[in-house]
Structure formats: C-alpha cells, structure tokens
C-alpha cells in the first residue's frame, strides 16, 4: 500500500440531486411497475381538465375516500399524492415557493406546504380569470395546473397536520367553497383485550366512522344535486378489493431470499392502490406486478445482486430520493424488503371489505392508518413484518417533518432489538423537502448498523 | 517506539474526521506502538499524509511492515487503506480497548455526534447520531469561540469560571451565534453565556444518549473531549461521572487498528463460500438473529410470533460476499 494519498478521488460534496452514484447499480426493479406510472401520469393529465369537461372536483388529503368520490362522479385531487408526484418529479420547488411566499415555513409538513403551494398557485388562476389579467402564474408549471376545487373533504387519521392543512386550504381559496370534516379516532390499543383487529375497541370505533361516511354521502348528494350511486360503489370496491389481494399475495412472494421484489417496487405501486380509479385496469396492473415476481421466483431472478442482508423500512417515503435510495442500499447488498407505509397502509386487509355493505369495511380501513395505532399496536405489526420477512435491520427514515410517524421509532427500535435482537438505524430526510437529506448520514448509519449485523453474524459462528 | 523483536509485522488504523487526521499502529501483539494526530484544516488528505509518516516514525517502522490498513471518520473513503469501517464501529472498539469494561461511549468530533452502547465485548449494541444540524459538535464550539472572541482552546476554561443561568434557546450553530451575539449587547458575562451554551449542548447531548440508553462506565471520545466544561455539565446533566482518556483523539484510529489486527489473525473472517461454512453460517445466524417459523416465510394472520430459529432454506444467501453461491 502507498502513503500517496494524491490519486483518491475527492469527496463528493454536491446535492445527491446533482450527482448519481459512482457504484454499478445493483438494484434490479420491476418493469410491471412502468404501466402504473403510465396509468398516474394519464390520471393527473386527467384531472387538470376536469374544469374544462364540466366535472365537480372534490380536493382531499390523506384517507382514500376516491371510491366514494368515483361513485358519485366527481373528480378528486389527492394532497399528498400531488405532492409525491412533484417531490418525485424534482418539480416542487415552485409549489413550495408560492406556499413560502404565502407565510408557510420549511418546518410544516412537506406535503402540506407543497400542497398549500398548489393552492395558492391555483387559486392565483382563478384571481387571474376573475381580472381578466393573466399571466400572473406561469401554467407552465406542474404545480400551478390543479383545477379548483368545488368542496373539500377532511378525514385524515392520526395526524393533526391532516385537519389543520384542509383547514388553511379552505380559507386559501377565501372559505368559497364548502368543507365536510369526518373524524377519525385514534386506536389507542390500551385496553386489555386490545390488538390489532381484534378487542371492544376496534369493534365500537369503526361504526362511528361508518355512520359519518353516510353523512359524507349525504353532503356529496347536496353538493353535486344528484343521488348517489350505491351499487357503483359496491363496484368499486370490488375492484380495490381484488387488486389489493393481488397485493398482498405478490408482497408474500417476498418473503422468500432472495427477494424478486422491494420496497422501493412497493413505493412505486403506492399511487395505483392508493386513488387510482377502481376498475378492471386497477386489477390488471397488480396482477401484472405479482406475475413478474412470481416469474422471478420461478427463475431465481432477485432484485438486488448479491442480496446479504434483508431491511425494514419505517418512515415514510423520502420521494425525492426515491431512485437514489433504491441504489444506495443495492450498492451494500441491502434488500428492503418490506415497510410500515407500504405493507401496512392502502386496503392491507381485503377481507374486511364486505361488497354488501363497503362503508364498513372502508371506515375500517381509515382507522388502520400506520399512523393511528397505539405503540402497543405499532409494536405488535413490526415483529409480525420481521418474523414473516426475516429482517436483519431496520432503517427508520426520521421524516423532518411528519412528527405523526417518527414519534414512536425510537420505541419501535428498542422493542425490535429487545424481542428479535434486530439492529437499527436512523436517518433523516423528508416526504417532499429534499433539503432534510444528508447522504452521509445516511451512509455512516447503514454501514454502522451493517457492521453491527455482521459482527452479530460472526459471533453466532463462534 | 515498537520494541526490537516483539513483534514482526504491524496494522494501521487511520482516522480521517473533519477538522483532524488520526493514525494508530498496533502491533501483532496488540500493543498500539506508534500514533499521531494532525489539524491540517478540513478533509485534509495532506494531514493523512503528515500523520501516516509521522506515526510511522513513531513506531519506528516503515510501511512495508504494515500488513493491513483499516480507514474510518468523515473522510475515510480518501484514504488509501484496506477497507473501511464507519466511526462508530471504531469508537466503540477504540474506546473498549482503552478503557476495559465501558459500555456508553460519546464521540463529538468536529462534525458530528454520536452515542454508542457497547455491550460486554466492546462492541457495537445500539447507537445514535445528530441530525444534520451541528449542534453539540466541534463546529459548534467554533461559532460559540467566534462569537465570544476566545480562543477555542480557552473556551472551556471560560465557561467553568461563569454561572449558567443564562436561558439559550436555539441549539442551530447559526442562530446560537446571533443568540450569543444578543445576549452579549445585553450585556451578558462571557463566562456565564460560555457556561449556559455548555450546558444546554450537554442536555442536547443527554437526548441522544437517551435513544440508546444510559449506561456505565460511560467514555467521551473525539476531540470536544478536551473540552473540560462539557465535560463536566454532561456528567451533571447525566448524573454519572465521565472517563477520561489520556488521548480521547486516538480512539477511532486505535479500533480501526484493532479491527485491522483482528483481520489480519483471521477473527472476524467472514463466512466463506462453501456449503459446509454456509450452513454453520446460517446456524449461527439463527441464534443470532431470531425469527418465527411459524410464519415459515408466509403472510398468515397468526400473531403468536415465538422466537423459534430461521432454516437454512428461508436464508440462502449466506456467503454470497465472499463470491460464493450463485442464487
């Protein structure tokens, strides 16, 4: 070895948005997953017309009210999702700007503030058309082409961000259109007999819910003068129903090692079965991801080379870094393989859905939010997922700004070295504000904790 | 100077942090023969140089008697070497090593921060870093040095001397700096604003400590070790005496050496390709890293997960590093 440290090649010091990895990508994703982008891109293409096409546009955040909205013929725009689309698009810059011009800081959640952004952007268009002047708001930009909305609706659970966010949209747009509010408790999970799906509590609270989701109705017949559709949302649901099967049963085909899919493939399918339109495509689209995962098990195609260890993500998802991550852990022979938001939001339990009476099994499903569960809940999910997936570590993305999921990981972290004797670490980054992202810590925690799961290995061998 | 005989080959360990190049050489026995510790500004490539020599010469030895070299630190991928381990690796091993029996470890370097569980054997059980801001870091005390106009190896000293009831808000080495700035046209002591900034970085410090839990004997490492009066309000603020070592600088370069030593004698070999190995592999890793057969791979709705040991057949890809088994 040579003293001469001359031929080293510096240190990068460029935004992670400025540079890709040096190392060969080792991360084999799924193609199946391409059709889904196609199918968000032709959806939001979509709405930016719904105006132009004489539709009602309902504005919302957080729960997956849109079969319900399907149903009724309105058109919706989900908060978050725009957010997602334009932090993964690297085109939130202009959105968050406006909501910075409007008085919202970078402490606010990500989502919201980029959100509030569109809000402001969009309700700038309106003022524009009201004057007669244009050009005030460039159209150009992504952010600025959400249609307004015709009425809000609130039902976020576990978050107070979630309320207070639909609450400032509201008065962005002057409290010119109307607001319906459905409250979701918390599942606290401290009673004796309580758990997950099961005990007096999970019993009473999804009723409370289910009569509010009537009201909702209601409100939804006021607003668009026309009954609603009761049998189109029984179909509705069965098309969610299906594809979220296929989910799952495609997710189980990932337990085996090495995986054919990750969690970044998961990151990927999030918007399809998050508010896409319920059909035939939804279901076409699962069922093509879970054939390209069966088909790399039949023929030992795995999705990260060389896999050697297997991760947990918690935390929710850093969308503009989705394709560095999804590198940055192939590149240590890291698999992630599974995830508290993806495998344990978006109809992760399809057989709580009931055709016959689909506001049940959808107020069930709102009250299952990661984020609404008591820790002892929270507890109780982590060991399954690291039982059924054989997780080595957990990588806790300590999401700045979304206090709701980092509130219980250091405990979740505890609690996975207590029971399963699984190493963790922490990184910090956010839903939508890539600011918050530091690759070095990213990169001295997964190394650190790797380190720990191979001295841990070696030590077992002695 | 290593001792005639004693031994007939060395390891290096090079510690490349921010502000600061450390090297440490051990010997085949374990002995750390020969080290230095170079401030050449930030990242300097030219300070691992200086340090690499002069530790050499401290030893007494050339490089071609260094059979392995291990790199940690903020800059490690710049330095020739071996292979790299992370800093808190090295830490807590550096740390074990110099002080037998510790089990919580604290690194502030110029950077970062870290809190480090170790358990029984000197290793790695838990840790916890600071976030991107530079709070509680070497950094830190660079503003608080600026801003008070004290030299930064005074400001320690400072701050023992003043009273800490001053209330200092923001723990962003920005606005710490514009807080002190405000405290001063208010006519604050320097001591006392010196020994309230302490005082809050040790309470900031005591949060990370929490996340991996208090423990006993606990060592400071990394340069802000020096550092006399966080020294002191971190053992106040974590009602425990604080170690001291005779060169808290060394301890990150002296476990990347320890690791190199292990290395070199084969201790922590990795599970090689063969069947053979790959089975005692998976074995071990089953004691190692419980999982519930239950579950056998499958998403059942069961909740009864028991601890009950992985199989071979769920876990293949054991010895898959060393190039071994196609999958």
């Known amino acids: 070895m040579s003293l001469d440290v001359s031929s080293r090649e510096p240190v990068e010091l460029l935004s992670t948005r400025d540079r890709t990895l040096d190392a060969v990508d080792k991360s084999n994703r799924l193609s199946s997953t391409k059709t889904g982008g196609k199918m968000v891109a032709e959806y939001w293409e979509n709405i930016f017309t719904a105006k132009e096409r004489g539709k009602h546009v309902v504005w919302y955040n957080g729960t997956a009210l849109n079969p319900i909205f399907q149903a009724a013929g309105l058109e919706w725009c989900h908060g978050e999702a725009f957010s997602a689309r334009l932090a993964a698009m690297h085109l939130e810059g202009p959105a968050q700007a406006a909501g910075e011009e409007y008085g919202y800081i970078g402490e606010l959640c990500s989502y919201a503030r980029t959100h509030l952004g569109c809000a402001v952007m969009t309700q700038k268009g309106i003022t524009e058309k009201q004057n007669g002047i244009v050009g005030m708001v460039d159209q150009e930009e992504l952010a600025s ?14 978050c107070s961000t979630g309320q207070q966010w639909d609450a400032m949209t509201y008065r962005v747009f002057g409290k010119e259109f109307p607001i319906f509010n459905v409250s979701l408790p918390m599942i606290w999970g401290n009673k004796k007999d309580a758990g997950y799906l099961r005990g007096s509590e999970w019993e009473k609270t999804p009723l409370y819910v ?79 991801v879970k054939d390209e995962i069966q088909y790399r098990l039949d023929n030992t195609i795995s999705a990260v080379q060389n896999e050697k260890y297997r991760v947990y993500f918690d935390g929710i998802m850093n969308w503009n870094k989705l394709g560095w991550l999804t590198r940055k852990f192939a590149e240590y022979d890291v698999a992630v393989v599974a995830g508290r938001y993806t495998h344990d939001s978006f109809w992760q339990e399809p057989q709580l859905i009931d055709l016959d009476r689909p506001l049940l099994g959808m107020a069930q499903h709102y009250l299952i939010c990661p984020i609404n569960h008591g820790l002892k809940i929270m507890e109780e999910l982590l060991i399954k997922r690291c039982d059924e997936y054989g997780i080595d570590g957990i990588a806790f993305h300590s999401t700045r700004t979304c206090r709701a999921m980092t509130n219980p990981q250091h405990i979740l972290a505890r609690t996975a070295e207590t029971e399963r004797g699984i190493k963790s670490f922490f990184f910090e980054g956010d839903v939508a504000d890539a600011a918050f992202y530091k690759d070095e810590s990213l990169e001295s925690g997964l190394v650190a904790m790797l380190e720990s799961i191979d001295m841990q290995r070696s030590r077992a061998l002695v | 100077m290593a001792e005639s005989g004693a031994a007939n080959w060395f390891v290096m360990g090079v510690d490349l942090g921010s502000t600061t190049a450390k090297v440490a050489i051990v010997d085949a026995a374990g002995a750390m023969v020969g080290s230095k510790i170079v401030q050449m500004g930030a990242v300097s490539r030219e300070a691992v140089r200086v340090a690499m020599e002069s530790a050499l010469e401290d030893a007494g030895i050339t490089q071609d008697d260094i059979v392995r070299t291990i790199s940690t630190g903020y800059g490690r991928k710049l330095v020739p070497s071996d292979k790299t381990f992370t800093e808190i690796t090295c830490h807590a091993r550096g740390a074990a090593a110099l002080f037998p029996g510790v089990r919580l470890v604290i690194d502030i370097g110029g950077q970062d921060s870290k809190a480090i569980a170790v358990d029984s054997d000197g290793l ?151 069947d053979a190995t790959a089975t005692q592999f998976a074995a071990g890793l089953a004691d190692a890293v419980p999982h519930c057969a239950d579950c056998d791979g499958q998403l059942g709705l069961h909740t009864n997960h028991g601890p009950v040991p992985v199989t071979i057949a769920t876990r293949p890809m054991v010895g898959a590093r060393s190039g071994g088994r196609e999958l």
Request: negative net charge.
């Open chain 2, 124 to 274: 790695v059980d838990r840790f916890a870093m600071n976030d991107r801001c530079a709070s509680g870091t070497g950094r830190f005390f660079d503003v608080l040095s600026r801003a008070l106009e004290v030299p930064i190896g005074e400001v320690g000293d400072l701050a023992m001397a003043g009273s800490n009831e001053l209330e200092v808000s923001s723990m962003c080495a920005t606005f710490a700096e514009t807080e002190v700035i405000s405290l001063l046209a208010q006519g604050a002591e320097t001591a006392d604003i010196a020994a309230s900034v302490h005082k809050a970085v040790a309470a900031r410090t005591l949060g990370l400590v929490a996340q991996v839990g208090k423990a006993s004997p606990v060592v400071m490492t990394g340069g802000v070790a020096k550092n006399r009066a966080l020294v002191h309000f971190l053992s106040e603020a974590l009602r425990l005496p604080i170690e001291m070592l005779d060169e808290p600088q060394i301890a990150g370069a002296y476990g990347a050496a320890i690791i190199a030593r292990e290395e070199h004698l084969g201790n922590v070999a990795l599970a090689a390709a063969d």
């Open chain 1, 210 to 288: 289910e009569e509010q989701l009537k009201k909702l109705i209601e409100f939804i017949e006021y607003q668009t003068k026309r009954p609603f559709d009761w049998d189109a949302l029984s179909e509705n649901m069965f098309y969610i129903k299906r594809a979220s099967e296929l989910r799952l049963e495609a997710m189980a085909l990932c337990a085996a090692a090495p995986t054919p899919a990750t969690y970044w493939d998961w990151v990927a399918s999030i918007a399809p079965i998050n508010f896409m339109p319920a059909n035939q495509a939804l279901v076409d689209y699962f069922q093509g």
């Open chain 1, 145 to 158: 082409k959400l249609p307004s909305p015709d009425f809000f609706v609130n039902a976020y659970a576990g």
